[in-house]
């Protein structure tokens, strides 16, 4: 049977003969109590959240939700091209005799090329002249600076300078020409999904002790109760997505005909749950607190097989799920 937030409370008094008006006006606080003690003792996949937010350039911290009690993952999308889109090799004026392949670079990551280049004009060489020479052009400079960038490579051949130039020099020129350049200025594209990897805060600090030092975020932390940590520090905005346990709202937040999935499909394990926190609220007997805990233990085995086991597997990849023998 599943509990409304009447029926529960009036179980409560029913079970502990206590009707008596501070008694009463603490049932909220047995029950919230109650739901506490389940939540924090198993994991189930229907209290997990998905919320989306940004991480901000230059900015460490990232706010934990309000109703958040632990991490499942922490993932974020970025636009391996922030100022020009994915194109196909047909389109670049690129010799096949520096290829992607012949550059050693992966499939996914397009060469670049500006409308001037393609007619013979390049905006800039990495010498700073307009020679004419496709190895010095701005398609290789800039497939060199999203390697070095965003996968992590290391180029030789990438100077200061070279890095100077396209940050300071070709994107903003880009970026200032969005209609001329619309076939590779696209800086609402955001492909490629990155996880991070959960770790304790010493951890963090000890990976970057200079916060000043930007990067791709590869790790995050809880570092105190209103923020996540992240490192190394992001050297852009990020649109990250957060999937957590989150705490649901309780049954006593309601109105006395609601009812919750703990009240309705763990009805008997909240309902010793609250008479344990009734029982020690009257100072009763220990023995009766012992017997109200072997019931709860009981139910939390239950809910843990149902969100921990049958929930996560099906029978066709993993066969009947067998308990062992007590």
């Known amino acids: 049977m599943a509990f409304t937030y009447a029926q529960l409370k009036q179980a409560i008094q029913d079970f502990t003969e206590n009707s008596e008006t501070t008694f009463v006006n603490n049932l909220p606080t047995f029950i919230r109590l109650a739901e506490e003690k389940i939540l924090q003792n198993v994991q189930l996949e229907l209290f997990r959240k998905t919320q989306t937010a940004n991480l901000v350039s230059s900015n460490k911290y990232l706010n934990v939700p309000s109703d958040f009690l632990a991490p499942f993952s922490l993932s974020y999308t970025a636009n391996p091209f922030p100022y020009g889109s994915h ?13 992607r392949a012949n550059l050693g670079f992966s499939a996914d990551i397009a060469l670049f090329q500006t409308p001037e280049a393609t007619s013979g004009r390049s905006l800039g060489d990495i010498q700073g002249q307009n020679d004419g020479n496709v190895e010095q052009q701005d398609a290789l400079l800039m497939t060199q600076y ?5 996968g992590g490579g290391s ?15 070709m994107l903003p020129y880009m970026a200032a020409r969005q209609s001329t350049y619309s076939n590779f200025y696209n800086p609402s594209l955001m492909v490629g999904t990155t996880f991070m990897d959960f770790k304790d805060p010493s951890f963090l600090r000890e990976y970057q002790n200079d916060d000043a030092v930007t990067g791709q ?3 995050y ?4 109760n209103s923020n ?7 050297d852009q905005d990020y649109s990250i997505q957060l999937s957590y346990f ?3 709202q309780s049954i006593t937040a309601g109105a006395d005909n609601e009812t919750t999935w703990l009240s309705t499909n763990a009805e008997t394990t909240l309902l010793y749950a609250s008479l344990i926190e009734a029982n020690i609220f009257m100072k009763g007997e220990q023995d009766v607190t012992q017997s109200y805990m072997m019931r709860v233990s009981e139910g939390i085995k239950q809910i843990k097989m149902l969100g921990e086991s049958k929930q996560t597997t099906d029978l ?3 066969g009947q799920i067998v308990r062992a023998k007590e």
């Not at 194109?87 to 290829?99: A, R, V």
């Not at 999203?146 to 965003?150: F, G, L, N, R």
């Not at 180029?155 to 020099?169: K, R, V």
């Open 228 to 234: 996540f940590v992240i490192s190394p520090t992001p």
């Open 221 to 224: 932390a809880l570092f105190d």
């Open 87 to 99: 194109q196909s090799s047909s389109q670049y004026n690129i010799p096949n005799s520096i290829s």
């Open 146 to 150: 999203i390697v070095y960038k965003y």
């Open 246 to 248: 989150y705490r649901p």
């Open 316 to 318: 066709y990849r993993t």
């Open 217 to 219: 975020p590869r790790y």
């Open 155 to 169: 180029i030789a051949d990438l100077t200061t300078d070279n890095i100077s130039y396209i940050e300071n020099t």
